[in-house]
Protein backbone atom coordinates (compact mmCIF):
# COMPACT_ATOMS: atom_id res chain seq x y z
CA UNK A 1 0.00 0.00 0.00
CA UNK A 2 1.50 3.25 -0.96
CA UNK A 3 2.07 6.05 1.58
CA UNK A 4 0.99 8.98 -0.25
CA UNK A 5 2.77 11.79 1.82
CA UNK A 6 2.60 15.56 0.43
CA UNK A 7 6.21 16.56 -0.88
CA UNK A 8 7.35 19.10 1.82
CA UNK A 9 9.90 20.45 -0.42
CA UNK A 10 7.07 21.33 -2.82
CA UNK A 11 4.66 22.66 -0.23
CA UNK A 12 7.32 25.11 0.56
CA UNK A 13 7.65 26.50 -3.22
CA UNK A 14 4.27 26.62 -3.42
CA UNK A 15 3.86 28.71 -0.39
CA UNK A 16 7.08 31.17 -1.66
CA UNK A 17 4.91 31.39 -4.97
CA UNK A 18 2.27 32.19 -3.48
CA UNK A 19 3.87 34.62 -1.30
CA UNK A 20 5.80 36.00 -4.63
CA UNK A 21 2.80 36.73 -5.96
CA UNK A 22 0.86 38.53 -3.80
CA UNK A 23 4.23 40.88 -3.11
CA UNK A 24 4.31 41.71 -7.06
CA UNK A 25 0.77 42.54 -7.58
CA UNK A 26 1.66 45.14 -4.75
CA UNK A 27 2.70 48.68 -5.74
CA UNK A 28 5.97 49.32 -6.16
CA UNK A 29 6.47 51.89 -3.89
CA UNK A 30 4.26 49.87 -1.08
CA UNK A 31 6.99 47.32 -1.43
CA UNK A 32 10.45 49.81 -1.21
CA UNK A 33 8.42 51.36 1.66
CA UNK A 34 8.01 47.83 3.03
CA UNK A 35 12.10 47.55 3.10
CA UNK A 36 13.13 51.11 4.01
CA UNK A 37 10.71 51.04 6.83
CA UNK A 38 12.15 47.80 7.97
CA UNK A 39 15.82 48.85 8.08
CA UNK A 40 16.99 50.27 11.99
CA UNK A 41 16.65 53.88 12.67
CA UNK A 42 14.84 54.50 9.18
CA UNK A 43 17.22 56.75 7.75
CA UNK A 44 15.49 57.19 4.37
CA UNK A 45 11.97 56.64 3.49
CA UNK A 46 10.36 57.26 0.18
CA UNK A 47 5.98 58.03 -0.26
CA UNK A 48 3.31 60.17 -2.22
CA UNK A 49 0.51 61.69 -0.75
CA UNK A 50 -2.20 61.88 -2.44
CA UNK A 51 -4.96 64.92 -1.03
CA UNK A 52 -8.58 64.73 -1.48
CA UNK A 53 -11.39 66.71 -1.23
CA UNK A 54 -14.99 66.95 -0.08
CA UNK A 55 -17.33 70.10 -0.69
CA UNK A 56 -20.37 70.45 1.66
CA UNK A 57 -21.98 68.89 4.14
CA UNK A 58 -21.29 64.77 4.72
CA UNK A 59 -24.88 63.58 4.01
CA UNK A 60 -26.47 62.02 7.23
CA UNK A 61 -28.45 58.68 6.36
CA UNK A 62 -31.03 57.71 8.60
CA UNK A 63 -28.69 53.68 8.64
CA UNK A 64 -25.17 55.81 10.00
CA UNK A 65 -26.93 55.31 13.32
CA UNK A 66 -27.22 51.67 13.66
CA UNK A 67 -24.92 49.67 15.44
CA UNK A 68 -23.89 49.43 18.85
CA UNK A 69 -20.97 52.15 18.61
CA UNK A 70 -21.47 55.31 20.82
CA UNK A 71 -19.36 58.09 18.86
CA UNK A 72 -18.13 61.25 20.54
CA UNK A 73 -15.67 63.77 21.17
CA UNK A 74 -12.82 62.29 23.05
CA UNK A 75 -10.95 64.52 25.78
CA UNK A 76 -7.37 63.91 27.48
CA UNK A 77 -8.91 61.94 29.71
CA UNK A 78 -9.30 59.54 26.86
CA UNK A 79 -5.59 58.56 26.58
CA UNK A 80 -5.59 55.25 27.58
CA UNK A 81 -8.64 53.75 25.66
CA UNK A 82 -6.88 55.74 22.73
CA UNK A 83 -3.44 54.23 23.06
CA UNK A 84 -5.03 50.30 23.63
CA UNK A 85 -5.88 51.41 19.96
CA UNK A 86 -2.23 52.97 18.49
CA UNK A 87 0.25 53.30 21.60
CA UNK A 88 0.78 57.40 20.74
CA UNK A 89 0.54 58.86 23.80
CA UNK A 90 3.01 61.50 23.19
CA UNK A 91 1.28 62.44 19.79
CA UNK A 92 -1.87 62.31 21.19
CA UNK A 93 -1.44 64.49 24.18
CA UNK A 94 -0.05 67.40 21.43
CA UNK A 95 -3.07 67.16 19.66
CA UNK A 96 -4.52 67.93 22.73
CA UNK A 97 -2.66 71.01 23.18
CA UNK A 98 -3.01 72.27 19.60
CA UNK A 99 -6.55 71.76 19.96
CA UNK A 100 -7.29 69.62 17.55
CA UNK A 101 -10.38 67.82 17.85
CA UNK A 102 -10.76 63.48 18.18
CA UNK A 103 -13.89 61.52 17.64
CA UNK A 104 -13.75 58.53 19.40
CA UNK A 105 -16.40 55.34 18.59
CA UNK A 106 -17.04 53.58 21.97
CA UNK A 107 -18.60 50.02 22.35
CA UNK A 108 -19.79 48.73 25.69
CA UNK A 109 -17.21 50.93 27.41
CA UNK A 110 -14.15 51.12 25.32
CA UNK A 111 -12.70 53.02 22.76
CA UNK A 112 -12.31 50.90 19.42
CA UNK A 113 -11.68 53.65 16.85
CA UNK A 114 -10.46 57.38 16.42
CA UNK A 115 -10.24 59.62 13.87
CA UNK A 116 -8.81 63.21 14.40
CA UNK A 117 -9.72 66.81 12.86
CA UNK A 118 -7.81 69.50 12.62
CA UNK A 119 -9.55 73.64 12.35
CA UNK A 120 -6.18 75.80 12.34
CA UNK A 121 -5.45 77.75 9.27
CA UNK A 122 -2.27 75.46 8.99
CA UNK A 123 -1.59 71.91 9.67
CA UNK A 124 2.10 69.95 9.55
CA UNK A 125 1.75 66.62 8.88
CA UNK A 126 3.64 64.78 11.55
CA UNK A 127 5.87 62.42 9.48
CA UNK A 128 7.31 64.82 6.81
CA UNK A 129 6.60 68.56 8.25
CA UNK A 130 4.41 68.81 5.13
CA UNK A 131 2.81 72.13 5.57
CA UNK A 132 -0.83 71.83 4.77
CA UNK A 133 -2.66 75.51 4.51
CA UNK A 134 -6.34 75.52 4.77
CA UNK A 135 -8.97 77.07 3.60
CA UNK A 136 -11.41 79.09 6.37
CA UNK A 137 -14.13 77.38 5.38
CA UNK A 138 -12.32 73.68 5.43
CA UNK A 139 -11.88 71.05 7.93
CA UNK A 140 -8.34 68.70 7.71
CA UNK A 141 -8.69 65.38 8.54
CA UNK A 142 -6.04 62.78 9.14
CA UNK A 143 -5.08 59.93 11.52
CA UNK A 144 -8.41 57.58 11.76
CA UNK A 145 -7.72 54.11 13.13
CA UNK A 146 -10.47 51.50 13.98
CA UNK A 147 -9.63 47.84 15.38
CA UNK A 148 -9.42 45.70 13.08
CA UNK A 149 -12.91 43.62 14.84
CA UNK A 150 -14.59 46.38 13.82
CA UNK A 151 -13.61 47.63 10.72
CA UNK A 152 -16.90 46.57 9.18
CA UNK A 153 -18.92 48.14 11.64
CA UNK A 154 -19.41 51.31 9.53
CA UNK A 155 -17.28 53.85 11.86
CA UNK A 156 -15.67 55.22 9.38
CA UNK A 157 -19.20 56.78 8.17
CA UNK A 158 -20.47 57.49 11.79
CA UNK A 159 -17.03 59.59 12.14
CA UNK A 160 -18.08 61.15 9.07
CA UNK A 161 -22.02 61.39 8.86
CA UNK A 162 -22.33 62.36 12.26
CA UNK A 163 -19.52 64.01 14.60
CA UNK A 164 -17.61 65.70 11.20
CA UNK A 165 -20.94 66.83 9.90
CA UNK A 166 -21.93 68.03 13.67
CA UNK A 167 -18.66 69.87 13.44
CA UNK A 168 -18.88 71.68 10.32
CA UNK A 169 -22.25 72.89 11.11
CA UNK A 170 -21.21 74.47 14.73
CA UNK A 171 -17.73 76.28 12.92
CA UNK A 172 -19.75 76.96 9.47
CA UNK A 173 -17.27 75.24 7.47
CA UNK A 174 -18.08 73.75 4.26
CA UNK A 175 -15.62 71.08 2.82
CA UNK A 176 -13.15 68.84 4.19
CA UNK A 177 -9.38 67.72 2.84
CA UNK A 178 -8.39 64.47 3.55
CA UNK A 179 -5.02 62.61 2.71
CA UNK A 180 -3.81 59.15 1.89
CA UNK A 181 -0.55 57.31 1.37
CA UNK A 182 0.36 55.77 -1.93
CA UNK A 183 -0.61 52.10 -2.10
CA UNK A 184 -3.89 52.05 0.55
CA UNK A 185 -6.14 51.23 -1.77
CA UNK A 186 -8.95 50.85 1.03
CA UNK A 187 -8.78 54.31 2.01
CA UNK A 188 -8.56 55.90 -1.70
CA UNK A 189 -11.11 54.04 -2.61
CA UNK A 190 -13.46 54.47 0.51
CA UNK A 191 -12.91 58.65 -0.04
CA UNK A 192 -13.66 58.48 -3.65
CA UNK A 193 -17.10 56.81 -2.93
CA UNK A 194 -18.05 59.08 -1.08
CA UNK A 195 -17.87 61.56 -2.68
CA UNK A 196 -14.01 63.10 -2.31
CA UNK A 197 -12.23 64.46 -5.27
CA UNK A 198 -8.50 64.39 -5.81
CA UNK A 199 -6.68 67.63 -6.00
CA UNK A 200 -2.78 67.91 -5.06
CA UNK A 201 -0.09 65.06 -5.23
CA UNK A 202 3.23 65.22 -3.50
CA UNK A 203 6.12 62.95 -3.14
CA UNK A 204 8.09 63.30 0.14
CA UNK A 205 11.93 61.65 0.52
CA UNK A 206 12.38 61.70 4.58
CA UNK A 207 16.34 61.28 4.99
CA UNK A 208 18.15 61.14 8.47
CA UNK A 209 15.29 63.60 9.79
CA UNK A 210 15.06 66.11 6.31
CA UNK A 211 12.03 65.83 4.13
CA UNK A 212 12.27 66.86 0.65
CA UNK A 213 9.38 67.49 -1.64
CA UNK A 214 7.68 67.64 -5.06
CA UNK A 215 4.32 68.91 -5.07
CA UNK A 216 2.13 68.73 -8.09
CA UNK A 217 -1.70 69.89 -8.27
CA UNK A 218 -4.32 67.38 -10.61
CA UNK A 219 -6.56 69.18 -12.01
CA UNK A 220 -8.50 69.07 -15.47
CA UNK A 221 -7.14 66.39 -17.48
CA UNK A 222 -4.22 65.74 -15.14
CA UNK A 223 -7.07 64.39 -12.27
CA UNK A 224 -7.21 60.91 -13.41
CA UNK A 225 -6.78 58.62 -10.35
CA UNK A 226 -3.58 56.53 -9.86
CA UNK A 227 -3.06 53.28 -11.38
CA UNK A 228 -2.28 51.26 -7.90
CA UNK A 229 -5.92 51.72 -7.29
CA UNK A 230 -6.68 49.34 -9.97
CA UNK A 231 -3.55 47.20 -10.14
CA UNK A 232 -3.35 43.72 -8.22
CA UNK A 233 -6.68 43.02 -6.31
CA UNK A 234 -7.88 46.37 -5.58
CA UNK A 235 -11.75 47.06 -6.28
CA UNK A 236 -11.16 48.42 -9.46
CA UNK A 237 -14.99 48.91 -9.97
CA UNK A 238 -15.87 50.97 -6.64
CA UNK A 239 -12.67 53.13 -8.18
CA UNK A 240 -13.30 53.47 -11.52
CA UNK A 241 -17.03 54.37 -10.90
CA UNK A 242 -16.26 57.50 -8.87
CA UNK A 243 -14.04 58.85 -11.09
CA UNK A 244 -15.19 62.18 -11.18
CA UNK A 245 -13.47 66.12 -12.76
CA UNK A 246 -12.17 68.04 -9.87
CA UNK A 247 -13.93 71.74 -9.32
CA UNK A 248 -11.84 74.79 -10.23
CA UNK A 249 -12.53 76.46 -7.35
CA UNK A 250 -9.34 76.82 -4.90
CA UNK A 251 -8.65 74.81 -2.65
CA UNK A 252 -6.01 74.11 0.22
CA UNK A 253 -2.16 74.48 -1.09
CA UNK A 254 -0.19 71.72 0.51
CA UNK A 255 3.91 72.80 0.55
CA UNK A 256 6.63 71.20 2.67
CA UNK A 257 8.39 72.71 5.59
CA UNK A 258 11.79 70.92 5.73
CA UNK A 259 12.80 70.04 9.49
Not at 47 to 63: D, S, T, W
Not at 233 to 247: I, N, Y
Request: charged fraction near 25%; include cysteine; aromatic fraction near 10%.
Amino acid sequence: MNDARPDPTRTTWSALLARARRILRRPLLLNVRSVLLGIPFQPLDVNCLYFLEYVGLPPQPAHVRRGKAEVRRATPQDLEGLAWCQDKQPAFRKRFRANDQCAVAVIDGRVVGYQWFCERPVYMEERYACRIDLPRDAVYEYDIFILPEHRLAGLWFKFHCLYLRDLMERRDRRRVIGMVDYGMRLSMTTHLRFGFTLFHRIVVIKMFGMTMSIGKDLRGDKAGLPRWIWSGDGPRADARSTEAALPTSAVGSVSSAGR
